[in-house]
């Protein structure tokens, strides 16, 4: 593995840690996290009062739809944060990313949702619908419509999805670094 590559396995808590007061995608994710980590208890109800309102008022300034209750492996990148839509039974592996307009989430009603692995990089305006896997280091093409199992490291791009090559370890998103 690169040395530069990002890890598919190890999150990388940094990647969501507030640069400042207003930043809007990582608030929406510190409140989802500190949601997940109240304890039973009167203080660990209260505690998920305070963080549903707090993830309430970031859902509304981002306009994404990331319920409390999702399963995400740390360090989600949300660089242009907006109208993400994602289903609270999708499953997200360590390290992804989701650019603006994405949907994750099942086919009108049909059982089953997306599991992406880690570091899964999704473009803008993709859709992943469906009980599909998504394999570690994958990247999704902007306005992809994935129906099917994408493998490990592939590129996948349009409508219905088609891997197109393979990716490089070298290679990143460019907006990892925001
Ligand atoms: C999927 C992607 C990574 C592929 O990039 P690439 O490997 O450089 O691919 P190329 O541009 O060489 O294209 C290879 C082929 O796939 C097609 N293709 C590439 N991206 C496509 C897309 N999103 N949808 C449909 N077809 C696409 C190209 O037309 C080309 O087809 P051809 O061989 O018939 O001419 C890139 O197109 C993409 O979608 N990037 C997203 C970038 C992004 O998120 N930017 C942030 C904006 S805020």
């Known amino acids: 593995m690169a040395e530069t590559e990002v890890s598919a396995e190890t999150p990388d808590w940094s990647r969501e840690r507030p640069r400042r007061f207003w930043d809007p995608s990582r608030r929406l994710l510190l409140s989802l996290r500190r949601y997940q980590a109240c304890g ?12 549903a309102l707090s993830h309430r008022f970031w859902s509304a300034v981002t306009s994404v739809e990331l319920p409390l209750n999702t399963r995400i492996g740390g360090g989600l990148l949300l660089p242009h944060a907006t109208g ?20 994750l989430g ?22 992943i619908l469906g009980p599909v896997e998504i394999g570690d280091h994958a990247l999704i093409g902007a306005n992809a419509v994935v129906l099917k199992d994408v493998p490990p490291r592939a590129v996948v791009a349009g409508a219905p999805a088609r891997v197109i090559r393979f990716r490089d370890p070298e290679e990143d998103a460019p907006e990892t670094a925001a």
Do not use: E, F, S
């Open 84 to 103: 993400i839509v994602v289903h609270p039974a999708t499953v997200l592996g360590p390290n992804c990313l989701l650019m603006q307009n994405v949907t």
């Open 106 to 127: 099942n086919n009108y009603g049909r059982p089953g949702t997306p599991r992406l692995g880690g570091h899964v990089d999704v473009g803008p305006g993709a859709v």
């Open 40 to 51: 039973d208890g009167l203080l660990g109800r209260l505690g998920r009062k305070r963080w």
